[in-house]
């Protein structure tokens, strides 16, 4: 069974930092893109950074450029996000994903339950 499991959330204040993990059970995690996407109250999901099955790609949402960083440990089968500087508008519910990066798996899409941020003074 996959498990997608997100930690790491919580209350930080406006300029604060607060790192989000997202752990993998169940699946080949270096065989699969992992993506944070998050979820405002009232928006859509929105993509915040993915990084490519070897580390060696990431790509980031505009918003976010410069303050967040995506990283991956496949020996722990675990994805990161540290945010730094946080605003009140990174106040969401952020998601970890997971998708097949090749051909064999390229159908499978996993999704965590999601970890709650707020940023606020």
């Known amino acids: 069974q996959v498990q997608l499991v997100e930690s790491g959330g919580g209350l930080a204040q406006p300029g604060g930092s607060l790192t989000l993990s997202c752990a993998a059970a169940g699946v080949s995690f270096s065989s699969y893109v992992m993506t944070w996407f998050r979820q405002a109250p009232g928006k859509e999901r929105e993509l915040v950074a993915h990084v490519a099955t070897t580390a060696d790609a990431t790509t980031y949402t505009d918003s976010v450029k410069g303050r967040f960083t995506i990283s991956r440990d496949n020996a722990k089968s675990t994805v990161y996000l540290q945010m730094n500087n946080l605003k009140p508008a990174d106040t969401a519910v952020y998601y970890c994903?997971?998708?097949?990066?090749?051909?064999?798996?390229?159908?499978?899409?996993?999704w965590g339950q999601g970890t709650q941020v707020t940023v606020s003074s």
């Open positions: 994903n997971a998708r097949g990066a090749f051909e064999y798996n390229n159908g499978n899409d996993y």
